[in-house]
C-alpha cells in the first residue's frame, strides 16, 4: 500500500526527523539520539516516511543511512502553494476593498 | 499590501481541513460587512482576472448566497452557500457548494467557519474550511490556477515551516 504524504507529514516526530535528515544523512541510532522515544518508534516513524518516498535509504558499509527524498518534498510544497497563493492575491484584493472604503469616509 | 500584516495558512490534508489567519489593517465592523455583504465580497472574493457575481443573497441563518466565478473567457461556475449559524461581528458560518447555473448543488461541499476578533484597531480574521471530500479541495485549484502564476518556494522555507511547529 502507497502511503498518503500528507498523513505522513502530519505527525510532529516525523516532521521533526525530515528537519534533521535534511541537513545531513543519517543513520536510524544518531536519528534516535535527537528524541525522546524508543530505536523502534523512529524505525517505524522512517519506515512511513520511506513508504511514502520522502525519504530513502543507502547502505554504507554496515550501516544505513536515511536521507531526504528532496523531489518528494517539492511536491508538497508546491500544492501547499498553489492554496496560499489563491488567499495571498485574495486578501490582497480585500486590503484594497478596505482601504478605499476608509478613504471614502473620511 | 501592508507587509506587517499577519498571515498564516496551513492545510492538513489527513483532517481535510484548511487553516487560515490573516490580520487587516480596518476596524471590526468594515471587515464584518467585506466579509458578509455580497457587494463587497464580490470586489475581493475572486482573484483576479476572474470576477465573482452575486445574483442574490440572503444573510441570515438558513439564508443563502448564490453565486458564480467567472473566468476571463466568460465562464461561470455557480455556487451556492447556506448560512448555518451567525453571531453578529464575531462569527459566522456556512456550507459551500458547486452548483448549476439553476441552483442545483453539486454534494458534496465544505463547511466554513469565520472567526472575527478585535485587535487595537486592526482586525484578526479565522477561517476554518472542511472539506468532505480531498478531490473537491483539488478541484478548487484546478479552477483558479489558471491564468495564474504559481511560484515554487524553496524546500528552506518549507523546513522552517515544518520545524517550527
Keep these: 500500500m502507497r502511503r498518503d504524504i500528507f498523513q505522513a507529514i502530519a505527525d510532529p516526530t516525523r516532521r521533526a526527523i525530515i528537519a534533521l535528515i535534511a541537513l545531513q544523512a543519517m543513520t536510524p541510532n544518531a536519528i534516535a539520539d535527537n528524541f525522546h522515544t524508543t530505536r523502534q518508534s523512529v524505525s517505524k516513524h522512517l519506515r512511513i516516511l520511506t513508504e511514502c518516498e520522502l525519504v530513502k535509504q543507502e547502505q554504507q558499509g554496515r550501516e544505513i543511512y536515511y536521507s531526504l527524498e528532496i523531489k518528494k518534498l517539492k511536491e508538497v510544497d508546491k500544492w501547499l502553494n498553489q492554496f496560499r497563493k489563491l488567499w495571498e492575491t485574495r486578501f490582497n484584493q480585500l486590503d484594497d476593498v478596505l482601504s478605499t472604503i476608509k478613504k471614502q469616509k473620511k | ?165
Excluded: C
Design chain 2, 1 to 165: 499590501m501592508n507587509n506587517n500584516l499577519l498571515f498564516d495558512f496551513t492545510v492538513d490534508k489527513a483532517a481535510k481541513t484548511v487553516y487560515i489567519t490573516r490580520e487587516f489593517d480596518a476596524e471590526l465592523a468594515l471587515v464584518w460587512d467585506a466579509f458578509t455583504k455580497a457587494e463587497l465580497i464580490d470586489q475581493w472574493i475572486a482573484p483576479k482576472p476572474m470576477i465573482a457575481k452575486t445574483k442574490y443573497q440572503d444573510f441570515k441563518v438558513g439564508g443563502k448566497r448564490f453565486y458564480a466565478m467567472i473566468n476571463p473567457e466568460g465562464q461561470e461556475r455557480w455556487a451556492i452557500q447556506e448560512y448555518t449559524s451567525i453571531t453578529p461581528k464575531t462569527n459566522f458560518k456556512m456550507y459551500n457548494a458547486f452548483a448549476d447555473k439553476d441552483e442545483n448543488p453539486e454534494l458534496p461541499g465544505s463547511e466554513w467557519d469565520h472567526s472575527f476578533s478585535d485587535q487595537n484597531g486592526t482586525t484578526k480574521v479565522h477561517i476554518t474550511i472542511y472539506n468532505e471530500s480531498l478531490e473537491r479541495m483539488e478541484r478548487i485549484l484546478d479552477g483558479f490556477t489558471q491564468g495564474m502564476k504559481m511560484s515554487l518556494n524553496n524546500l528552506e522555507n518549507l523546513l522552517q515551516t515544518l520545524s517550527n511547529k
